[in-house]
């Protein structure tokens, strides 16, 4: 159920083509909120810049694990979502 980002999407600088807020939880919503609270628009950007082909993730629930900012220091997650209701719309879901 993990999101699959091929290693030639992480490679090449891609560039989404919209953005909108979202507007109700997922599991997409919830990564895509520890990707932005690291610094990375999404786990694209991240792969690109860390020069990563996985990110760990939580096996029980899919979530990301850990995160590397870009000044190095590890952001860690909890197996249970984290992204509040009221957080929810904060977070910027990019269209490729």
Known sequence: ?????????AKADIKPKSIHHAKKWSDDV????????AGYR?????????QVDMV???PETGFVKKLQRRDNTF???DK????EDKEVHKVKVYVY
């Open 30 to 37: 919830e990564n895509l909120y520890r990707f932005q609270q």
């Open 1 to 9: 159920k993990k999101s699959e980002v091929s290693g030639v999407m």
């Open 42 to 50: 999404d786990e694209v950007e991240y792969k690109q810049v860390k």
């Open 80 to 83: 249970q979502r984290e992204c």
């Open 56 to 58: 760990e993730c939580w």
């Open 75 to 77: 952001y860690y997650y």
